[in-house]
């Protein structure tokens, strides 16, 4: 499995992002998904998770009410939708694929990762 994440840019804060992340080879349909940032300097974290069915999501505090994931119904794409962003946001993006179905916090939990998509925010 290939995910490619893309979308990711320059804006300023306050300002929105899409991050988009396509996955090939085969299809995620039964796995969570999820979206991991890593500033610099700093340990990857989890930004948000989304189940199976895409009806279970999961956000960190610091972007929860900003940020919104969501997935296709084919599986095969994740969006990221980021509002009012902050320069505490800026950091690379990872989109990944889950070993379960269920969405999890943690990155062991993750099988497929994509190649990672900048984003900054400049205050």
């Known amino acids: 499995v290939q995910l490619q994440a893309s979308g990711g840019g320059l804006v300023q804060a306050g300002g929105s992002l899409r991050l988009s992340c396509t996955a090939s080879g085969r299809i995620l349909s039964n796995n969570a998904m999820g979206w991991f940032r890593q500033a610099p300097g700093k340990e990857r974290e989890i930004v948000a998770a989304?189940?199976?069915?895409?009806?279970?999501?999961y956000y960190a505090d610091s972007v929860k009410g900003r940020f919104t994931v969501s997935r296709d119904r084919a599986g095969s794409t994740l969006h990221l939708q980021m509002n009012s962003l902050k320069p505490e946001d800026t950091a690379v993006y990872y989109c990944?694929?889950?070993?379960?179905?269920?969405?999890?916090?943690?990155?062991?939990?993750?099988?497929?990762w994509g190649q990672g998509t900048l984003v900054t925010v400049s205050s």
């Open positions: 989304i189940n199976w069915r895409g009806d279970s999501t």
């Open positions: 990944a694929g889950g070993r379960y179905g269920y969405e999890t916090t943690t990155a062991q939990h993750y099988r497929y």
